[in-house]
């Protein structure tokens, strides 16, 4: 029985996280559609306690931050860091385990944060006994990744193995300190801890991992070298000096020391330093290749999510600037943004990865290229309404309040683009639906296929 639940199978344990990450992405991108539908229709769900914005909205975040984006992210881990180090992960019943808690918590948090009992902390609302759970999770795979290194069979540290393990050894600590369950302050210092946590999980989590297989992918599918090793290691660690203090400049508006303020402004801006090396390193490493996207999906996902990296880290040093962050402050402008890292950016490196890791790791060819394709396509349309009409609100919101207009004058202006809004998550949600349904057909396949059939760029037929 434990053998059956606990395999140590080479690569089950990658599996399992990408798999469950499929279906967290149905549940939580359901649930953010109809928390968007909330803004159009509020009676939608009267009556319904559970399932009101308020209640939704936190799980939804929690499902699609930790179920989908993290466990896609560890599953991509769990299949790069052995293919790199030329050997096999260290324990694939201990990886097992850990996915099955990390799902309990989950589906059981969710329960509790639409019940109403959460931490209220943004992004960090799971309480006791969840969040310790998590920890206990984050430290047994940076113990089981870091044991995979230290058996490695070739020398050299590839720039992925950096930014992955990076996130491995800042997670713990970062998720401690954003947690009234290990750390608990009253009033101001709570705002600080709260988006010291909130800011890096977003850039010692998500980014590191997600530029990290996006190193591994881009190299891997183009059949180049990446560009420059130098390049890539300057981005590296510009992010471990920079990112940790930029918190700060979601409180601008608010008593916080104005030394910790200059210092969250300025490191804020300096952070285009890591995102012109990391993009630098993808469009010399595609250099001569660019044709390539119109054939392989997985890479066509990864580049598109460069796209909006070049979009979203642009964008956050000019926010973070004083008088940009007071115009836009507590609109939804910043919404958007926060969903172009995310959604727009490590959400498409990420499916990139789980398409190109799948098949491998199944040895099964994907279900259907061209269900693939609807599902970009859905998804970047979906997603590219959905934040423009973000943005576009989120300034309608900003001139009201400069000016000085009534609230109940300029929200007159805002109702269309909340239908908008909820017509690109119709869109992205039905993405999701295809991506599963496409993986699915996949699981269910009993044949094998050879390496040249699991390339999704060489010419195929289109089921």
């Given at each position: 029985?434990?053998?059956?639940?606990?395999?140590?199978?080479?690569?089950s344990a990658?599996?399992?996280?990408?798999?469950?990450?499929?279906?967290?992405?149905?549940?939580?991108?359901?649930?953010?559609?109809?928390?968007?539908?909330?803004?159009?229709?509020?009676?939608?769900?009267?009556?319904?306690?559970?399932?009101?914005?308020?209640?939704?909205?936190?799980?939804h975040?929690?499902?699609?931050?930790?179920?989908?984006?993290?466990?896609?992210?560890?599953?991509s881990?769990l299949?790069?860091?052995?293919?790199?180090?030329?050997?096999?992960?260290?324990?694939?019943?201990l990886?097992?385990?850990?996915c099955?808690?990390?799902?309990?918590?989950?589906?059981?948090?969710?329960?509790?944060?639409?019940n109403?009992?959460?931490?209220?902390?943004?992004?960090?609302?799971?309480?006791?006994?969840?969040?310790?759970?998590?920890?206990?999770?984050?430290?047994?795979l940076?113990?089981?990744?870091?044991?995979?290194?230290?058996?490695?069979?070739?020398?050299?540290?590839?720039?992925?193995?950096?930014?992955?393990?990076?996130a491995?050894?800042?997670?713990?600590?970062?998720?401690?300190?954003?947690n009234?369950?290990?750390?608990?302050m009253?009033?101001?210092?709570?705002?600080?801890?709260?988006?010291?946590?909130?800011?890096?999980?977003?850039?010692?989590?998500f980014?590191?991992?997600?530029?990290?297989?996006a190193?591994?992918?881009v190299?891997?599918?183009?059949?180049?070298?990446?560009?420059?090793?130098?390049?890539?290691?300057?981005?590296f660690?510009?992010?471990?000096?920079f990112?940790?203090?930029?918190?700060t400049?979601?409180?601008?508006?608010?008593?916080?020391?104005?030394?910790?303020?200059?210092?969250?402004?300025?490191?804020?801006?300096?952070?285009?330093?890591?995102?012109i090396?990391?993009?630098?390193?993808?469009?010399?490493?595609?250099?001569?290749?660019?044709?390539?996207?119109t054939?392989?999906m997985?890479?066509?996902?990864?580049?598109?999510?460069s796209?909006?990296?070049?979009?979203?880290c642009?964008?956050?040093?000019?926010?973070?600037?004083?008088?940009?962050?007071?115009?836009?402050?507590?609109?939804?402008?910043?919404?958007?943004?926060?969903?172009?890292?995310?959604?727009?950016?490590?959400?498409?490196?990420v499916i990139?990865?789980?398409?190109?890791?799948?098949?491998?790791?199944t040895?099964?060819?994907?279900?259907?290229?061209?269900?693939?394709?609807?599902?970009?396509?859905?998804?970047?349309?979906?997603?590219?309404?959905?934040?423009l009409?973000?943005?576009?609100?989120?300034?309608?919101?900003?001139?009201?309040?400069?000016?000085?207009?009534?609230?109940?004058?300029?929200?007159?202006?805002?109702?269309p683009?909340?239908?908008t809004?909820?017509i690109g998550?119709?869109?992205?949600?039905?993405?999701?639906?295809?991506?599963?349904f496409n993986?699915?057909?996949?699981?269910?396949?009993?044949?094998?296929?050879?390496?040249?059939?699991?390339?999704?760029a060489?010419?195929?037929?289109?089921?």
């Amino acid at each position: 029985m434990v053998q059956k639940f606990l395999s140590n199978e080479e690569g089950s344990a990658a599996k399992f996280f990408m798999l469950s990450a499929v279906v967290w992405i149905v549940i939580g991108m359901g649930l953010g559609l109809l928390g968007a539908l909330e803004f159009s229709f509020p009676d939608l769900t009267k009556g319904v306690a559970q399932l009101s914005f308020t209640r939704i909205r936190p799980a939804h975040v929690n499902m699609v931050a930790f179920g989908w984006l993290s466990m896609a992210n560890i599953g991509s881990a769990l299949y790069i860091i052995p293919a790199l180090c030329k050997t096999k992960l260290y324990s694939e019943k201990l990886a097992n385990f850990v996915c099955y808690v990390w799902n309990a918590v989950i589906a059981f948090g969710a329960i509790t944060l639409v019940n109403g009992y959460t931490e209220g902390r943004e992004y960090a609302e799971l309480r006791e006994p969840f969040d310790i759970l998590v920890v206990v999770g984050l430290v047994l795979l940076s113990y089981n990744l870091f044991r995979t290194v230290l058996t490695r069979t070739v020398k050299k540290l590839y720039v992925s193995v950096w930014y992955i393990m990076g996130a491995f050894f800042w997670m713990p600590f970062i998720y401690i300190v954003g947690n009234r369950t290990f750390v608990a302050m009253d009033g101001l210092n709570d705002g600080i801890l709260n988006w010291f946590y909130g800011h890096n999980i977003l850039g010692m989590w998500f980014t590191v991992l997600g530029v990290g297989i996006a190193y591994y992918m881009v190299p891997k599918m183009t059949g180049r070298p990446v560009w420059s090793h130098s390049l890539s290691m300057l981005g590296f660690w510009t992010i471990a000096f920079f990112y940790a203090p930029t918190g700060t400049h979601h409180l601008l508006q608010s008593p916080v020391p104005e030394w910790l303020k200059a210092l969250a402004v300025i490191f804020s801006a300096a952070l285009v330093i890591p995102v012109i090396s990391v993009l630098t390193n993808f469009y010399m490493t595609m250099k001569g290749n660019w044709w390539m996207v119109t054939t392989n999906m997985p890479l066509r996902f990864v580049m598109t999510g460069s796209f909006f990296y070049f979009l979203t880290c642009i964008q956050g040093p000019f926010q973070a600037t004083r008088g940009v962050n007071w115009y836009i402050h507590f609109t939804q402008w910043v919404v958007g943004h926060a969903h172009a890292a995310l959604l727009g950016t490590f959400t498409f490196f990420v499916i990139g990865s789980v398409y190109y890791g799948l098949q491998r790791l199944t040895g099964r060819r994907i279900y259907s290229v061209r269900l693939v394709k609807w599902h970009f396509w859905l998804l970047f349309i979906g997603f590219s309404i959905f934040y423009l009409a973000l943005t576009i609100a989120g300034l309608q919101q900003s001139v009201g309040w400069a000016l000085g207009y009534p609230v109940a004058q300029w929200s007159l202006t805002l109702p269309p683009m909340w239908i908008t809004r909820s017509i690109g998550g119709v869109m992205m949600f039905a993405s999701s639906c295809l991506f599963a349904f496409n993986i699915f057909m996949t699981m269910n396949d009993k044949s094998i296929s050879s390496e040249a059939d699991l390339n999704l760029a060489v010419p195929v037929e289109v089921k």
